[in-house]
């Protein structure tokens, strides 16, 4: 083989060689998952610590994008409409479900499943939270954090001797967790101590929040309201919406006893004041529950009794709002199953354990029974019978992020003065009612 012929040689050896050794780097490297989560959220804490650890056993990247929580559904559609593939998997609420199925923008888990099941499938969840990432016979995610909204009372408070005695002397009756609303008021004001810090109550009005257009659900509810009716007209401007939105409204116009902040306050913000002992009673989700006895968030422990959400009137039925947080695979990721793996390992029992004893409300059965999340977190003894009786959630429709935006929109004209209850619910309504018109819910 004369000199040019053995360089060439050489040199195609060498290609080779490279070139087998990259394909054996290309195959050996691990993926990017990436995911988006909002500012605050409870479950964030443990996922972080978790997302570490996942890639250190696996070598898999992890990268959680943390953004308010008013640009959460908007980056995520937009993200999923244009195929961008930005996000792996997601945490969306359930509200927001049939939207992300209608685009065909999350895909469906099952077949997944049969091939590498969650442990203790299929028993590991309670029915409740599986059902609300539910369509046509498909599951598109495992549950992540959960509501319900309870009420919440100090026992401090409540039970001690002399604020009982001043408070049936004032009012009339005994002090006890309210049941319904003009009960909730008056230990409100009795307790609303603003020379002492102590607040009657807190809310959380932040428009374009989380949590405005529930808590006006919530009053609407508790008054004997609904959202729509059984033809998917809008009615929540009927009396029990005005009259909810009005009493709403006016714990803290008229009788102050949240502070006027509270119209900057999402539920990231109120929760905090009420462990910080600055108020005596409010409604918040489940978490608060748990952070009550975490020494690191609470100043209170110990002292957090909570109940069933009041009404109006004790002819209607006590029932509270559920929605839950869950994790779901995008449709146009590249990295599906690699995707699936890390969400039902973020979901084993392990993890959902850790997760509670971290402050986010657990989603296991097993957890719900573990004796160290009991006797830390007593509340999980009726979680998993308050996930079985009847609770009322959002409309599960493609529309809601516009109607709940539009409802939060018509919460704050009346905080501010610029609209009447019946004015901004009958102009929300009439809004709702042309975007319901235009999906084609009703015949013409």
Same mark, same amino acid.
């Given at each position: ?81 244009? *195929?961008?593939?930005? !996000? +792996? @998997?997601?945490?969306? =609420? ?9 685009? %065909? ?104 929040? *989380?949590?405005?257009? !529930? +808590? @006006?659900?919530?009053? =609407? ?9 059984? %033809? ?9 919406g005005i009259d909810g939105l009005q009493f709403y409204v006016d714990l803290r116009n008229k009788w102050g006893v949240t502070p006027k902040a509270s119209t900057t306050y999402d539920e990231t913000e109120n929760g905090p004041i ?171």
């Amino acid at each position: 083989m004369n000199t040019i012929h053995t360089k060439w040689y050489l040199l195609a050896v060498a290609l080779c060689v490279f070139l087998a050794v990259s394909s054996m780097v290309m195959a050996q490297e691990k993926p990017v998952l990436r995911t988006i989560v909002f500012q605050g959220w409870a479950r964030t804490p443990s996922l972080q610590k978790q997302v570490a650890e996942y890639e250190k056993l696996t070598g898999v990247k992890v990268e959680i994008e943390e953004v308010p929580f008013a640009q959460l559904h908007e980056k995520m559609i937009l993200d999923f409409a244009s *195929q961008g593939g930005s !996000y +792996d @998997f997601v945490a969306p =609420l359930t509200d927001w479900f049939t939207e992300l199925v209608r685009g %065909k923008y999350i895909a469906p888990i099952d077949d997944f499943i049969k091939k590498d099941p969650p442990e203790e499938w299929p028993n590991a969840f309670p029915p409740a939270l599986l059902k609300l990432q539910s369509k046509d016979g498909k599951l598109y995610g495992l549950p992540t954090h959960d509501g319900p909204i309870m009420l919440y009372y100090r026992k401090d408070l409540f039970d001690d001797s002399k604020e009982k005695e001043a408070f049936k002397k004032q009012y009339g009756y005994e002090l006890v967790p309210p049941a319904t609303w003009s009960q909730f008021l008056d230990m409100a004001k009795f307790f609303n101590r603003p020379d002492m810090n102590l607040n009657g109550t807190v809310t959380a009005a932040k428009q374009g929040g *989380q949590q405005l257009a !529930y +808590d @006006f659900f919530l009053m =609407l509810w508790s008054y004997g309201g609904n959202i729509f009716d059984e %033809k998917w007209h809008p009615i929540f401007n009927s009396q029990a919406g005005i009259d909810g939105l009005q009493f709403y409204v006016d714990l803290r116009n008229k009788w102050g006893v949240t502070p006027k902040a509270s119209t900057t306050y999402d539920e990231t913000e109120n929760g905090p004041i009420y462990l910080d002992s600055r108020v005596a009673l409010m409604w918040h989700w489940s978490h608060i529950a748990a952070w009550s006895e975490m020494e690191d968030r609470s100043k209170i422990i110990g002292k957090n009794g909570y109940t069933v959400f009041p009404v109006s009137d004790l002819k209607i039925s006590h029932t509270t709002l559920d929605i839950y947080w869950f994790w779901a695979i995008s449709s146009a990721s590249k990295n599906q199953e690699e995707a699936y793996k890390l969400v039902k390992w973020l979901c084993n029992k392990k993890n959902d354990k850790e997760a509670a004893q971290m402050g986010t409300i657990a989603c296991r059965l097993s957890t719900f029974k573990d004796p160290e999340i009991l006797k830390q977190f007593p509340f999980y003894e009726s979680i998993e019978k308050a996930l079985a009786a009847e609770t009322k959630t959002t409309p599960q429709i493609p529309e809601y992020a516009q109607v709940d935006d539009l409802i939060g929109i018509a919460c704050s004209k009346v905080i501010a003065g610029e609209k009447t209850a019946k004015e901004a619910l009958d102009e929300a309504a009439q809004q709702v009612e042309e975007i319901m018109k235009k999906a084609g819910y009703y015949k013409e």
